[in-house]
C-alpha cells in the first residue's frame, strides 16, 4: 500500500522535525515492512514555478495546432512560452518549468527558438511532471500567487512510503491503520478519521427493498444520494491523493469510494439506483448464473459466491468486484452507496476461484471493520453531497447479523512468561489498549478485541500485541548454549560426503520444490502399475498446478534443468539430494486425525496423525547434458553419455563407503539399452543412464540426456573408517584379461577379482574389452590393471603372480573366467 505522508499527517500528530528516516524506522518498529520511500520533492529540480498565462497567439501555419504564449512568472516581463495543448486560456494559472529545472527522465528545461519563436521555459502537464499519467493536457491550476513555486500545488512537496502489509496486520491497509501505528511508537496524538461522519440510525424504511439471505454478510448498509453528479471531477486534494496512493481518479462517485477505502479501510460501491429494478437480494449464488465484472468478464458463478442480486440477477460478485449492469456511468443521477461486512473465507475462496484479487478483497479476505459500515457509507454520502451537489435521502439501511465479540482470558504475567520480559501489569494493559482492547480484571484479565481487530481471537494473539507494541528491541538477544553432544550423524555425516564430492567432480548443488504436476509421471514415461505413480497429494499447494508430492527426486530435479537450458545454458551436471514421499501402507483407508492446538492431543491421536504420515526417504539424483569434456583447438571434445551418470554413482557410493554393482537393467525414465541397475549387497538402490528420448522430448530436455538416482536411505551405514595405512613400499604392476560370456557384466567380474585378490590389492581398472571369432561365439574378453602394495614390504613376482591366480580362480568359479593366452 501507497500512503503519503502528508495524508497520514493528518491523522497522527508528526512531529514538525521528524525525519523521513525516523519514519521509516517508526513503521519498521511497528512491524510494517517499508518497500520503497519515494521522495516526490527530488523529482523536480530548478524552478518550478506558477504562471499566469497573459496573451495567447495561435500558430496556424504548421501541420499542428500549436499556441505562442505569454506568461508571467513573477518577474518584470512575461515569458515567451511555445505549447501544444489546448486545454488553457488566457488568464488560467499553469505550472511553467523554468531554464535550469530538470524534470523526470533527466529532461532538462533551457531556451531555445521553435516553430519561429523563442520558447523560453515549459508548461507542463502531469506525465511530464511524474505526477500522474494523464497527458491530455497542461495542469490549469485552480489557485495560486504567481511566481511561487509550484510544487506543493501538484504534489510534489510530499513523500510516499510503499509498504508491505502483512496478513495478520489487514486494518494496516488503510491510512486509518497505519496513523495509529505510527502515532503509538512515535507518542503522538492520533484522530481517527472514521470520528469525521456522525453515524445515523437505520429507519424503518430502507433507500431501497433490500434481504440478506446468507450467514456469509454479517451487515449491511445503504445510503442513497439523489440528483448528484456522479462523474463531477474530483476535489484536486482527492485526486491528488488518490495518485499519490496508485489509483487513478476516474469520476465522483467512483473516487469517493475509493478515497475512503484507502483512509478508513472498509471497501465501498456505488450502484446507480436506476439500473436496479425489483428487491435487492444478498445471497449466494445459484448454479449456472453469471456476471459480467468492470473487468469487462464474463464469469460463471460459483454456488459458495456470494453476490448482491436484484430482478434482473446478480449484480455483484460481493466483496470482490462490482457488475457492469448497475456501475455508475455517465447519465447516473441518484447513486445508491452499499458497504458492507462479509465472511473473509468465503471472500478469500472466490477471490482465488475467479482469479480476480482487488483492493477491495484484500481488505476483506483480512478482516474489515465491521463496526464502521454505516460511518463509512454516510461519509461517503456527504462527499457526494458536497462535491457533486446532491440530496442525501434520510433513509437508512443497516440490516445487523453481528454477533458479540468474544471476550479473551489471560495471565496477566502469561507475556513475561511467553517472551521473556518482565512486563508489569500497567505495562500489558497499556499495550493491550493501545491494541485496540478494553481490559478488565486483575490477576486474570479478560479482554474484548475492538471490531477493527478480527485477527485478535486467542491468549497467544494478545501475547503478541504486547511484545510489537511494547517494542521489539526491549527483547534481549542472546545465543542459546549448545546442548553437549556427539556432533552429527552418521547419516548426516554421509550426506555432507556425497555432497561434497559430487561437487568436487564438477557437479551444482541445487535445491528444488518437491512438488510437481499431475502429469509428470506421463512426461517420466513411468508404467501405469510402477509405485512411483502413488504420490501423496497436498490439500492447499503452493501451486494448484503441483499438488503432488514428488516420488522421485529426477521429477523436480528436471525443472531446473530445464530453467537453466532456457536461460541459455548448454553444459550442465547438476545434482539435489532430497526428500521423496511415498504413501504409507494403507494410509487411504485410514481415517484423518484432526489435533488441537489449544492443548496437547492425546497420544492416541498423535500415533493415528503419525501413521498417516508418508514414508519420506532420502535420495540423491543428478542430470548431465551437453558436452562432457568441451572441444577445444586441440580436441574434439566429448558428449554426456550413460557412463558419466554411472560414474556419478560411484562417486556418490564412494563417498558413503559402500561397494556399487552395476548391471544391465530396465526401468522408466531411462533408456532400456543404456540404463544400469545399481545394486548394494545385492539389493537394488537406484539406477544410472541415458534418459528415453522420448522422455526428453516431453521434458523439453536436449537428446542423449544423462541421470542417476540413488536412494540414500537403502545404503548401509558405514562405521567411522580407521586412518589408512600408508605404504611406502613400491607397487607391483600386474595385467590379466579373462574370457567369459558376452552377457556377463564387466563390473560382476571385477568384483570377483577384486574379492579374489584379497588384501593386498591397491587398485583395479578395467582397461579393454576385446571380442573376436577366435574366442568363441557369444565370448568376450576383459582386461585389468591390478596394482598390488603391501605395507610392511616390497612384493615379489611369485607372490605378485600368486595374487592374480587367486583373483582369477575367483572369476572362474563364479563365471567360468578363464585367463585368454
Not at 465491521?370 to 454516510?378: H, K
Not at 461517503?380 to 457533486?388: N, Q, R, W
Not at 498423535?606 to 514414508?615: E, S
Amino acid at each position: 500500500m501507497r500512503i503519503p505522508v502528508s495524508w497520514l499527517a493528518e491523522y497522527a500528530a508528526l512531529p514538525a522535525d521528524l525525519t523521513t528516516e525516523a519514519l521509516d524506522a517508526a513503521l519498521v518498529e511497528a512491524g510494517l515492512e517499508v518497500e520503497e520511500v519515494d521522495d516526490l520533492r527530488g523529482r523536480v529540480t530548478g524552478p518550478l514555478v506558477v504562471g499566469r498565462v497573459a496573451s495567447i497567439e495561435e500558430l496556424t501555419e504548421f501541420k499542428k495546432p500549436i499556441r505562442h504564449c505569454w506568461v508571467e512568472v513573477g518577474e518584470a516581463e512575461p515569458r515567451s512560452v511555445i505549447c501544444g495543448a489546448r486545454n488553457f486560456a488566457e488568464g488560467d494559472l499553469v505550472v511553467v518549468a523554468l531554464p535550469g529545472a530538470e524534470l523526470p527522465g533527466g529532461f532538462k528545461i533551457g531556451s531555445r527558438k521553435t516553430y519561429g519563436r523563442l520558447s523560453d521555459g515549459m508548461i507542463c502537464s502531469a506525465r511530464e511532471l511524474g505526477v500522474s499519467d494523464d497527458h491530455e493536457g497542461i495542469i490549469v491550476l485552480p489557485e495560486g500567487e504567481v511566481g511561487a513555486d509550484a510544487r506543493p500545488l501538484v504534489g510534489l512537496d510530499d513523500v510516499v512510503f510503499e509498504l508491505a502489509i502483512t496478513p495478520d496486520m489487514g486494518y494496516c491497509f488503510s491510512v486509518r491503520g497505519i496513523a495509529r501505528e505510527v502515532a503509538h511508537r512515535l507518542g503522538v496524538a492520533f484522530t481517527d478519521p472514521a470520528a469525521k461522519a456522525a453515524e445515523p440510525a437505520a429507519t424503518a424504511e430502507p433507500p431501497y427493498p433490500v434481504r440478506v439471505e446468507t450467514d456469509g454478510c454479517t451487515r449491511f448498509t445503504l445510503r442513497e444520494v439523489r440528483d448528484v453528479d456522479a462523474n463531477a471531477e474530483s476535489p484536486e486534494w482527492m485526486a491528488k491523493r488518490l495518485t499519490q496512493a496508485g489509483m487513478r481518479p476516474l469520476g465522483l462517485a467512483v473516487d469517493v469510494t475509493n478515497y475512503l477505502m484507502l483512509e478508513l479501510g472498509h471497501p465501498l460501491h456505488a450502484f446507480d439506483r436506476d439500473a436496479l429494478e425489483d428487491v435487492m437480494v444478498v445471497r449466494r449464488a445459484k448454479a449456472g448464473e453469471t456476471l459480467k465484472t468492470l473487468d469487462d468478464v464474463e464469469r460463471k458463478l460459483d454456488p459458495e459466491d456470494m453476490v448482491i442480486t436484484d430482478g434482473t440477477g446478480p449484480l455483484s460478485l460481493a466483496g470482490v468486484m462490482g457488475g457492469q449492469t448497475s456501475e455508475v456511468g455517465p447519465t447516473t443521477r441518484n447513486v445508491l452507496i452499499e458497504a458492507a461486512h462479509w465472511d473473509p473465507t468465503s471472500i478469500a475462496r472466490t477471490s482465488r476461484r475467479h482469479k480476480l484479487t482487488s483492493e477491495a478483497s484484500k481488505r476483506y479476505e483480512r478482516g474489515a471493520d465491521s463496526g464502521i459500515t454505516l460511518l463509512a457509507a454516510q461519509r461517503a454520502a456527504d462527499l457526494l453531497v458536497e462535491y457533486g451537489g446532491g440530496t442525501l435521502v434520510e433513509t437508512v439501511a443497516d440490516i445487523d447479523h453481528r454477533e458479540p465479540v468474544a471476550p479473551i482470558t489471560i495471565p496477566v504475567d502469561l507475556p513475561s512468561k511467553t517472551i521473556g520480559v518482565d512486563y508489569d501489569r500497567a505495562t500489558v494493559v497499556s499495550m493491550l489498549e493501545a491494541a485496540g482492547c478494553t481490559v478488565e480484571g486483575d490477576e486474570v484479565l479478560t479482554v474484548t478485541p475492538a471490531s477493527w481487530r478480527p485477527d485478535l481471537t486467542d491468549p497467544a494473539d494478545l501475547v503478541e500485541e504486547v511484545a510489537r507494541l511494547h517494542g521489539y528491541g526491549h527483547i534481549p538477544s542472546s545465543i542459546p548454549r549448545a546442548i553437549a553432544g556427539t556432533g552429527l550423524t552418521s547419516s548426516q555425516r554421509r550426506r555432507r560426503r556425497v555432497a561434497r564430492a559430487l561437487a568436487d567432480n564438477g557437479f551444482t548443488e541445487t535445491y528444488t520444490f518437491p512438488f510437481v504436476s499431475r502429469d509428470r509421471a506421463d512426461e517420466l514415461g513411468l508404467d501405469e502399475k510402477d509405485p512411483q505413480r502413488e504420490a501423496v497429494a497436498v490439500l492447499n499447494p503452493l501451486d494448484d498446478a503441483a499438488p503432488l508430492l514428488r516420488t522421485t527426486v529426477l521429477a523436480s530435479l528436471v525443472n531446473a534443468v530445464r530453467l537453466n537450458l532456457a536461460r541459455g545454458a548448454k553444459d550442465l551436471a547438476v545434482f539435489e539430494e532430497g526428500l521423496v514421499f511415498q504413501p504409507a501402507e494403507g494410509w487411504s483407508d485410514l481415517e484423518v486425525v484432526e489435533l488441537p492446538v489449544s492443548k496437547r492431543p492425546a497420544d492416541e491421536a498423535i500415533a493415528a496423525a503419525i501413521r498417516r504420515l508418508p514414508v519420506q526417504p532420502r535420495h540423491v539424483a543428478a542430470v548431465l547434458c551437453g558436452q562432457a569434456v568441451p572441444a577445444g583447438v586441440d580436441a574434439p571434445g566429448r558428449a554426456v553419455d550413460w557412463a558419466d551418470a554411472v560414474e556419478a554413482a560411484e562417486v556418490v557410493a564412494a563417498a558413503a563407503g559402500v561397494q556399487l554393482e552395476a548391471a544391465q537393467g530396465e526401468a522408466a525414465p531411462w533408456h532400456p539399452g543404456r540404463c544400469a541397475e545399481l545394486r548394494v549387497d545385492g539389493v537394488v538402490v537406484g539406477h544410472a543412464g541415458e534418459l528415453h528420448p522420448e522422455v526428453c522430448e516431453r521434458l523439453g530436455l536436449p537428446r542423449r540426456t544423462a541421470a542417476m538416482e540413488l536412494n540414500l536411505t537403502a545404503l548401509p551405514l558405514q562405521e567411522l573408517d580407521p586412518a589408512p595405512v600408508i605404504s611406502h613400499f613400491p607397487a607391483t604392476l600386474i595385467d590379466v584379461a579373462v574370457v567369459v560370456a558376452e552377457a556377463v557384466p564387466a563390473g560382476e567380474v571385477e568384483a570377483a577379482l577384486r574379492d579374489g585378490a584379497g588384501e593386498l590389492l591397491d587398485s583395479l581398472r578395467l582397461f579393454d574389452v576385446y571380442r573376436d571369432a577366435k574366442l568363441g561365439e557369444g565370448r568376450k574378453s576383459l582386461a585389468f590393471k591390478l596394482e598390488l602394495r603391501a605395507a610392511d614390504r616390497t612384493l615379489t613376482n611369485e607372490e605378485g603372480v600368486a595374487v592374480r591366480d587367486a583373483a582369477v580362480a575367483v572369476a572362474a568359479e563364479r563365471f567360468g573366467a578363464a585367463i585368454r593366452e
